[in-house]
């Protein structure tokens, strides 16, 4: 999957505040997401972010 920096996610589940998607700040082999409803950031394993991927927007 060719996820790069500044592109917006759209995961599965949906943030606690209502929000399904994240920006991407950081990749690698970890990627630092942010979430675009309330503004929190997150490490996730990048086998994990591309089980939850839904959509690249």
Known sequence: MDI???DVLRLKKQHPCGSREWE?????ADF???CR???HQIMIARR???KNVKEIL
């Open 32 to 34: 630092r997401l942010k």
């Open 37 to 39: 409803g309330c503004g």
């Open 4 to 6: 790069n920096v500044g």
């Open 48 to 50: 994990l972010l591309e």
């Open 24 to 28: 991407v700040l950081r990749s690698g």
